[in-house]
Every structure is written in structure tokens, then in C-alpha cells.
């Protein structure tokens, strides 16, 4: 069983939208969770972190944890189509390193 | 503030060559990762240290890579006979405990390697 799951996408949504992004993982004792946005040949930009359960926002991304249900999700409002990219969840079991999950790519169409 | 810094940015080499990747953490960050992004496997992590000690090296693949963290500002990774299949972008980040359990790593740009 992978440690990180993420639907390789792509999730295509129109400009404006809501893009929905969700990522499960299996170990329980997980207590940090990060959102990275990858441009193709960039390398990984830390965009959202969340340690408690519910939802954070931060301008138009909102990340929120269900670690009963072992779930975390990044939504982003009014998507542009420079949000297009590959999202990866990461998230620390306290051992410092991270664990990521292949990426989602995201395409907003103008 | 500098970011990750990272040299070479791209890296072509012949297989049986030895390979130097270096690696300058953020100023003040005590943690030091290096990873290699492939498209079969992923972003997966080799090795980490903390305060210039190796901490974890459970994800480097073989005996043929090793790295170090001689002081706080500069770590490098190493491959001895360079492969094909060690063909991948490389990246190392950063980061610092924040004053809980909070490890947000900042990567560098990454080193592409093509050894042919």
C-alpha cells in the first residue's frame, strides 16, 4: 500500500473555478501536512502547511485535514491559469524527512 | 534572503564518470535533504542531516552514492560510478524547527543530470 495517495490528474476546471485537490495517506501517526506547487522544470514551491485538524485558509488556497479519515485536501478559488501545475502533498511522521505523493496536475483552461 | 543554493543546474556526463552535486542550505536551517524526482518514481528522498550529521541514508539507492556536510553552509552529494539510471533531477532543501513541530523545507532549483 502506497503511503501517499493522489490522483495523477489531469484535473482540467475553466477559469474561475474552484479546483479541488485531495490526497490520502495511511500513516497514522502523521502530524504534518504541506502543499507543494510544482511548475514543470521548477522545483517544488511550499504554498500551504496544515497541523490541525479543519481548514486554513490563505487567500484563495484553503488546505483541510481529516486525520480521522487519514484525508487532506487544497482547494483553490477563482483558479487562473497560472495555477497550472503539479500539486504534491507531503506530510511528516516526526522523523523531520517528507514523505510526497506523485502530484496532481491541474490545467485551468482560460 | 537567498534561497537553496544549488551547482551545477544541469549536469551531462558519461556513465562510469564520477558526479559532484553541491548544495548551500538557507542561512540558519539546521536540517539539510537531498532528493531525486524521476517521472517513474517520483520526488523520493535520499538522505537527510541535521546540524552537519547524517541522519537518515535509508534512501540512498547504493553504495555508489554518498554525501556529505562538511559545515552548516555546504553539503554534496556524490556519485561513483556514475549510470544511466542515475539520470534524474536532484534536489536538496532546507529547514529549521520554527519552535514546534514544524519542518516547512524550501527547496533549491535542482541539478538536472543526463549520464549517457
Known amino acids: 500500500q502506497k503511503e501517499v495517495e493522489q490522483n495523477s490528474g489531469p484535473l482540467s476546471v475553466p477559469e474561475g473555478a474552484i479546483a479541488s485537490l485531495n490526497c490520502t495517506y495511511s500513516?497514522?501517526?502523521?502530524?504534518?501536512f504541506f502543499w507543494y506547487r510544482q511548475y514543470s522544470g521548477k522545483s517544488p514551491e511550499l504554498i500551504m502547511s496544515i497541523y490541525s485538524n479543519g481548514d486554513k485558509e490563505d487567500g484563495r488556497f484553503t488546505a483541510q485535514l481529516n486525520k480521522a479519515s487519514q484525508y487532506v485536501s487544497l482547494l483553490i478559488r477563482d483558479s487562473q491559469p497560472s495555477d497550472s501545475a503539479t500539486y504534491l502533498c507531503?506530510?511528516?511522521?516526526?522523523?523531520?524527512?517528507?514523505?510526497f505523493g506523485s502530484g496532481t496536475r491541474l490545467q485551468v483552461q482560460p | 534572503d537567498a534561497g537553496v543554493i544549488q551547482s551545477p543546474r544541469h549536469e551531462v556526463t558519461e556513465m562510469g564518470q564520477e558526479v559532484t552535486l553541491r548544495c548551500k542550505p538557507i542561512?540558519?536551517?539546521?536540517?539539510l535533504f537531498w532528493y531525486r524526482q524521476t517521472m517513474m518514481r517520483g520526488l523520493e528522498l535520499l538522505i537527510y542531516?541535521?546540524?552537519?550529521?547524517?541522519?537518515?541514508d535509508s534512501g540512498m539507492p547504493e553504495d555508489r552514492f554518498s554525501a556529505k556536510m562538511p559545515n552548516a553552509s555546504f553539503s554534496t552529494l556524490k556519485i561513483q560510478p556514475s549510470e544511466p539510471r542515475d539520470s534524474a533531477v536532484y534536489f536538496c532543501a532546507s529547514s529549521t524547527n520554527s519552535g514546534g513541530p514544524y519542518y516547512e523545507q524550501y527547496f533549491g532549483p535542482g541539478t538536472r543530470l543526463t549520464v549517457t
Open positions: 507531503a506530510f511528516d511522521t516526526g522523523r523531520r524527512a517528507l514523505t
Open positions: 542531516f541535521n546540524n552537519n550529521v547524517p541522519i537518515d
Open positions: 542561512s540558519g536551517h539546521d536540517y
Open positions: 500513516d497514522r501517526g502523521s502530524q504534518s
